[in-house]
C-alpha cells in the first residue's frame, strides 16, 4: 500500500503554502480537502450567474511578498490591485475619506481637526515602529522560553537583541502596546471620534473583543504590517476574488508534482505507538503517510480528529481552554447597478476601497455589547467593499459584486444554535444599514449570500466561525500560540504537526504559519530549506 510522505489535512491558503514548501524539498505530499473545491477561506464561487463571490476572506494585503515569490505565484496567475481609497461615513451626511496619497490623507483630517492632522504623523511614525519590531518573527519559529537547546536560545537572544536596540522609552511603549485596547492608544493621538472609528475598525476585525478590550491594539498591527507591491499597511483585491490567491497555490504545487484530492473528509488521523501513520477518511478509507500534517484549527484537530487516549491530559486542557470565539459574519451581495451614496462625489476614489458606517468607538462598542449579550449588532459594524470598483471580472459589465464583513454575530443566538430565521434578521441589520446611506440600495439588490457563523464553520470547519482559528490577544501569541510548550508546528503525536492560524503568527491570509511548519518539519528530516527566503525588513 502506498505511503505518502506527508499527507496535508485541508486545502485553505496555509496547507497549500505547507504542502508547495514540502513538495519544493522533495517530498511526495498529499493535500486532503473535505469540499469539492480548494481554498478553505480564501475561495471564489459563483452562486449566481455571472458573479463570482469571495466568500469569507474578501481582501488581500497580509499574504507574504517572500512566499509569493518563493512559489512564483505570479506565474501562475495572482495579481493583487490596491485600494485607491476609502470611507467613513457619518450620521450628519458627512464623511472621512481615505486615500492613497500621504498628504491628501492628511488634508482630508484636517477637515475635522487640525490637530489629528498634525498628529497622523506621529500616529503612523510609532505603529510602523511596532511594525519594524513584530514584522521579521512572522517567519521565524517562536522560541521555547523553557527550553536550553541552542536553537532556542538562539531564537531568545535574538528577540532579546531586538528589544535591547531600543531606547528606553520605545521598550515601554511597546510593552504597553501589547496589552492595551486600541480606544486608549488612539486616544493618546486623536480627538476627533471619526478619525479614532477610521483606524479602530482594524483593531476588532474578527476578533471576540471591543476597542475598549485591553489587547486590541495589537490586533491593529496584525492588520497594519501588510502589505501590496512593498506599500506597507497598503490592502487590495485579488484579481478574480479570494479564490485567486488559493488557485495559484494549488496550481504551484501542482506543477511540482503534488496531488490535491477533494471530497475527501477526514475522519481521524491514524495513531500507532504514539506517532502518525496516516489518516482515515470518513467512508473509512485509509491513507497512509509517514508524517501528517493538519491545516485545521487546534481544537477541531485534537478534540475531535485524534483519540483522547493519544494526548496528554494538561495538553487537552489547555486545547480546550484556547480561545476561538466566533464573533463575525459575511454577507455577500450581487447587485444590478454600482450603489449610490449621496454624501460622495461622482466618481470618488472612495468607491474603490473599503467604507465604513460606524461613526464612532462608543458605536463600536455598543455593538460589541450585543455580542456579549448573545445577540447579532442590531447597529453593526461593516467593512464594506465593491471590487468590482477595480475588478470588472467578478460580474457582467456594469454590475457589482458587493461584499460585507460583518461585527458583531456571536457563534450561539442567546445560548443556542443559529436558525434560519435569525440568519435572516442578521441579514437585515445589514441592508438596513446601508440602505439608510444609499437610497435604493434593496432595489439593486439581485442576489445575497448570508454566512453566520454557523456557515463558516459548517463549511470552512472554523470553529465557531473564528476567522483567525484564536483569539489574538497577547496571552495566545508567540510562544504561547497555540498552547506553552507546542508552538513550534509540533505535536505531542509523534509526525503529527500544525500549520494553520491557531500556530505563530496567527491568522489572515498570510502564509506564514504554513510556510514556518514547512521549515520545521524539513529540518526534523534534514531535508534542505535553501528554497525558502527569510522575512525581509520594514523600511
Not at 142 to 149: E, G, K, N, V
Amino acid at each position: 500500500m502506498k505511503a505518502w510522505d506527508a499527507i496535508v489535512i485541508g486545502g485553505g491558503h496555509n496547507g497549500l503554502v505547507n504542502a508547495c514548501y514540502l513538495q519544493r524539498a522533495g517530498l511526495e505530499v498529499l493535500v486532503i480537502e473535505k469540499n469539492d473545491w480548494v481554498g478553505g477561506a480564501a475561495t471564489s464561487r459563483e452562486l449566481t450567474p455571472g458573479f463570482l463571490y469571495s466568500n469569507c476572506s474578501y481582501v488581500c494585503s497580509l499574504f507574504r511578498p517572500e512566499i509569493m515569490r518563493d512559489l512564483e505565484l505570479p506565474r501562475f496567475g495572482l495579481q493583487v490591485i490596491s485600494y485607491e481609497g476609502g470611507a467613513v461615513f457619518t450620521r450628519d451626511g458627512d464623511y472621512l475619506a481615505n486615500y492613497r496619497d500621504h498628504d491628501a490623507h492628511r488634508r482630508e483630517f484636517a477637515r475635522f481637526s487640525r490637530r489629528d492632522a498634525e498628529a497622523y504623523d506621529r500616529y503612523a511614525r510609532d505603529v510602523t515602529r511596532q511594525c519594524r519590531f513584530i514584522q521579521p518573527l512572522l517567519m521565524r519559529t517562536a522560541p521555547d522560553p523553557t527550553s536550553l537547546r541552542p536553537r532556542d536560545l538562539g531564537e531568545l537572544l535574538y528577540l532579546g537583541k531586538k528589544f535591547a536596540g531600543l531606547t528606553p522609552e520605545e521598550m515601554a511603549l511597546t510593552l504597553r502596546f501589547w496589552t492595551m485596547s486600541i480606544s486608549d492608544f488612539l486616544d493618546e493621538y486623536f480627538e476627533t471620534d471619526v478619525i479614532k472609528a477610521n483606524f479602530a475598525l482594524s483593531g476588532i476585525i474578527g476578533t471576540a473583543l471591543g476597542p475598549m478590550s485591553p489587547g486590541t491594539a495589537y490586533v491593529l498591527l496584525h492588520h497594519y504590517m501588510g502589505e501590496v507591491d512593498g506599500s506597507v499597511g497598503a490592502w487590495g483585491y485579488a484579481r478574480g476574488g479570494m479564490g485567486a490567491v488559493t488557485k495559484a497555490l494549488a496550481a504551484s504545487f501542482q506543477a511540482s508534482g503534488g496531488t490535491i484530492r477533494t471530497s475527501a473528509e477526514v475522519d481521524h488521523v491514524m495513531v500507532r505507538r504514539s506517532k502518525a501513520r496516516g489518516v482515515v477518511l470518513a467512508g473509512g478509507e485509509e491513507i497512509h503517510g509517514r508524517l501528517v500534517v493538519s491545516n485545521a484549527d487546534v481544537k477541531r484537530t485534537f478534540l475531535k480528529l485524534v483519540e483522547e487516549k493519544e494526548l496528554p491530559d494538561i495538553f487537552l486542557r489547555r486545547v480546550r481552554n484556547f480561545r476561538i470565539r466566533g464573533s463575525s459574519g459575511k454577507v455577500n451581495i450581487a447587485l444590478d447597478s454600482l450603489p449610490e451614496f449621496p454624501a460622495l462625489p461622482k466618481d470618488s476614489p472612495v468607491y474603490r476601497g473599503d467604507m465604513h458606517f460606524t461613526d464612532s468607538m462608543e458605536r463600536m462598542e455598543r455593538a460589541y455589547d450585543d455580542w456579549k449579550a448573545g445577540r447579532w449588532s442590531a447597529d453593526p459594524f461593516l467593512d464594506m467593499v465593491i471590487p468590482t470598483t477595480l475588478d470588472p471580472t467578478m460580474a457582467p459589465p456594469g454590475k457589482h459584486f458587493m461584499s460585507c464583513f460583518v461585527q458583531y454575530a456571536p457563534p450561539k443566538v442567546n445560548g443556542r444554535d443559529w436558525t434560519d430565521a435569525d440568519r435572516d434578521g442578521f441579514a437585515e441589520s445589514v441592508i438596513a444599514q446601508i440602505s439608510d446611506y444609499s437610497p435604493g440600495f434593496r432595489d439593486r439588490i439581485v442576489h445575497m449570500e448570508v454566512r453566520t457563523p454557523r456557515e463558516i464553520e459548517a463549511e470552512v470547519g472554523l470553529t465557531e466561525g473564528n476567522i483567525f482559528q484564536g483569539e489574538l490577544t497577547f496571552d495566545q501569541l508567540l510562544f504561547n500560540r497555540p498552547v506553552p510548550g507546542y508552538a513550534q508546528y509540533r505535536s505531542p503525536v509523534g509526525g503529527l504537526y500544525m500549520c494553520g492560524s491557531s500556530t505563530h503568527p496567527g491568522g489572515g491570509v498570510m502564509g506564514a504559519p504554513g510556510r514556518n511548519a514547512a521549515a520545521e518539519i524539513l529540518r526534523d528530516l534534514t531535508k534542505p530549506t535553501k528554497h525558502m527566503s527569510p522575512a525581509h525588513d520594514v523600511v
